[in-house]
Structures are given as C-alpha cells and as structure tokens.
C-alpha cells in the first residue's frame, strides 16, 4: 500500500479552462510503496491462475513454434494496433505496414510504427536475463515509442481521466513528479532482480508503472511493450510474442478496475493477478489462432497461384522452388505490404525480377494495388493477411482523445509545503491522460 500527498492546484494560465477546473484547491497524488526484490505473497486462487496462465502461454509458443519467427512481427503489429486503440489512436493494419514499409502516411500510423519498433527493442535489448535493467533502458524504451517528446521522466505533475482540465476531478493523480525517479528506478531493480512466477512479475511491474506514470505520453504503450519483455526474460516465450493487450482493449473497464484495486487499500493484488492471467491465457490462444489461420491462408494462396498458372498455361504451373514468386509468397505474413526496391533488397534480385512476381501475384488475386491520388502504383498489399491482424483485434472500439494535442497548464508553488501535507515542497504542474493508460 502507498500514501497519498496532499498538493495545491492553482492554474497560472487559466485561458480556455471552465470555471470548475479554474478553481483553486486540494487534491492528493498516490505514492505508491517500492516493489523491492521480492514477490509479495499471493493467495491460492490468485497463484493457480498464474501457473495456469504460464503452462497456457508455453503450450501456445511451443504450438506456434518456428512460425513465430514469421508472426511476431504481425503479432507485433496486432499488439500494437490494440495498445494504440486503448489510446485513442485509430489506425488500420493497411495504413501501418504501409506507413511502416514507405516511412509516410498519417501521423496515428507513424505512431503506431514506433511502437512496433519498441516493443521489438524491448524483446530483442532488454530480453536478456543476463541484462541489468536500468530507469535509463526505460526512459530510452519510452522514448522509441514518442520520439517527439523530449527524452526523459515527466518534470509535472500529471493525472488520469477525469470530466475535466483539473487533477481535483481527476480519476486518478499519479506520484509527483520529484518521487518518479526514485520509484522507477526501484522498477528497473525488480525486473532484474526478482525471481518467482513470470506471469505474476509481468502483472505487477505492469500495474506499477501504470501507477507510477513516469512520461508525459506513451506510458500505456510503455507498459505494455515491458510485459513482453518480463516474459522473454523469464523463458515463458522463446518463439512467439502473446498480444495481450488485444484482450485489454476489448475489456476497458476491467482493465481500467484492476489497476484501481492495484492502488486500493489493501492492494487487490489478487484480483489483478487473475485477471491479468485471464488476459494472458485468452491472447495466448488468439496466438496460435492466429498462427494456424496465417498457415491456412499461405497453403490456399499457394494454390491459388498454381490454379492461375495453370490456368494461363504457363510452364511449370508449378514454380520452381527458388522462383521469386515463391520467396514473396513465403514473406507475405511478415511482409504483407511490399514494392519492387523492398522485394529486391530483401531478396537480393533484380527490380525487374521483382516487379514481374509482383505483377504476377496481382493478376493471380493474391496481392493487391495501392495508388497514390494521381493514380500512381505506390505498393502491393497482402490484403489478407493484413485483415488477420484486423482479426485480432476487431473488438477494441475504445479510447479517448489524449493530452499530447494541447499543452499542460502551469500550476503555482505550494505558498506553504507542510501545509497542505506534501512530502516535499514541489511545483505541480498538469498533464491530463487518458483513464488508467
């Protein structure tokens, strides 16, 4: 359990704010207690659930197999896609690996391609058992993911949620800005240090980061790009990443109520571990859906393509196995979106190589054309296999507009620390976000 410390908000900038969020007055930040090196001790039903979770999650990455080294980039995507739904950020699967592939596009998938990036740093970095984690590996991890933002832990105050532009109606003030530094460090020490049950470490470095809300922005997707980590670490996953924010977004209020009763007094710890299990198991078997559906679909376009040369009479109907026609098809679940230079890169052939198989696999219904407004070929898409993605997380229509389009307002000095009751005498200034991400 943690304490909350009474602080003082007075706007200095005041221009556009309604009346009530004008006011002056007190609100209180939560604290919450360092984690330390050591698992807290859980109850029986909250235990079981976790080693239930960890036997669903290795049974699904040993199903997946060498596959997953295909589909945790779409995994990723899926992932990412979801963890962005949660915060307001629409996108489409087309539209990221679109931006992802031509570095372009609308702002909300250039953002989402930045989580890709990040969370496959903190797989392929931060993974390693033998790695120390730092609050610097953190803040580097948060700043992949908002590269806009200055580099660094929040210098303000923020909250969470709320009907207005104030902390006093806020759903939720995090730790002033001067105890974020001490806590994330302490952070950093429990996912190096702490051995015990990786699923109930991934629930609980999860929820205290959530809590602690170290940035300005990207703390949801920060949070979530560290469960991955904490798993691979762990030796839960060695092949496939499990999305579990898919299930997160398709349940917002019970994502949004755990992490309430993480901060509650006493902790409901338990509960939180359960259903952060719950979560765990469910996206573990839309993995492996996923896996088998992606399996099915290259089988079916792989026929599909010999259907069509045979159709056209072209000899062999069968391509032979080193046809470049062949080395896309085998690409699409990780590729799904491509053009002559990237097939050519990748596949070390000739433009003119790539462009014929290209145009080869357009004509034959499996990838399809994507123009510009003058009608200009930007690329070929997968359509398909980029609506699995879409799969995964059709359910998450939540979210809500976050802060990072209109700047903080400046709140004034304590007059008097002790008076109000802070720990320390701090400036607090303002950062609204999303509901409990």
């Known amino acids: 359990m943690g304490e909350y410390v009474e602080r003082l908000w007075r706007p200095e900038d005041a221009s556009g704010l309604s009346r009530k969020d004008r006011a002056l007055g007190r609100y209180l930040a939560y604290v919450p207690d360092e984690l330390g090196e050591r698992l807290p001790t859980l109850g029986a039903e909250a235990q079981s659930a976790a080693e239930d979770a960890l036997a669903v999650l290795a ?39 679109i931006a992802e592939l031509l570095h372009q596009g609308p702002r909300q998938a250039l953002d989402v391609v930045a989580n890709v990036r990040a969370t496959e740093a903190a797989i392929a970095e931060l993974a390693d058992p033998a790695r120390v984690i730092t609050a610097d590996d953190i803040v580097d991890l948060q700043h992949v993911i908002e590269p806009r933002l200055e580099r660094g832990l929040r210098q303000e105050q923020n909250w969470v949620g709320g009907p207005g532009w104030s902390p006093l109606r806020a759903a939720f003030v995090p730790p002033p800005e001067t105890e974020v530094p001490r806590l994330v460090a302490d952070l950093a020490r429990f996912v190096t240090e702490t051995a015990g049950s990786p699923v109930v470490r991934a629930a609980i470095v999860h929820a205290q980061f959530e809590t602690i809300h170290p940035f300005i922005d990207g703390n949801g ?183 990072r389009n209109r700047k903080p307002l400046r709140g004034s000095a304590l007059s008097d620390a002790g008076q109000f009751g802070a720990r320390r005498g701090t400036s607090p200034t303002s950062r609204r976000d999303v509901p409990g991400l």
């Open 59 to 97: 049974r699904a990455d040993e199903r997946i197999g060498a596959r997953g080294t295909y589909l945790n980039h779409l995994l990723i995507r899926s992932e990412s896609i979801s963890s962005s739904w949660i915060e307001g950020n629409r996108v489409t699967p087309k539209q990221l690996a």
């Open 221 to 403: 997707r920060t949070g979530r790009a560290l469960i991955h980590t904490i798993l691979r670490r762990a030796d839960a996953l060695r092949n496939a990443l499990i999305p579990i924010s898919t299930v997160f977004a398709g349940d917002t209020d019970a994502y949004i109520a755990g992490l309430t009763g993480y901060r509650a007094d006493p902790p409901a710890l338990d509960e939180w571990v359960i259903g952060f299990a719950q979560a765990a198991e469910k996206a573990a078997g839309n993995a492996v859906r996923l896996a088998e559906d992606i399996a099915a679909l290259d089988r079916e376009v792989y026929d599909r393509l010999v259907a069509f040369r045979r159709d056209r009479g072209r000899n062999p109907a069968v391509p032979r196995r080193d046809a470049v026609v062949l080395r896309i098809l085998d690409t699409l679940a990780s590729d799904p979106v491509l053009t002559a230079e990237s097939v050519s890169t990748s596949l070390t052939v000739s433009s003119a190589a790539a462009h014929r198989a290209l145009t080869e696999l357009a004509e034959a219904g499996i990838l399809g054309r994507t123009k510009d407004q003058r009608g200009r070929l930007v690329c070929w898409t997968a359509d398909r296999h980029l609506a699995m993605v879409a799969l995964t997380e059709r359910s998450n229509r939540v979210g809500g507009e976050d802060t």
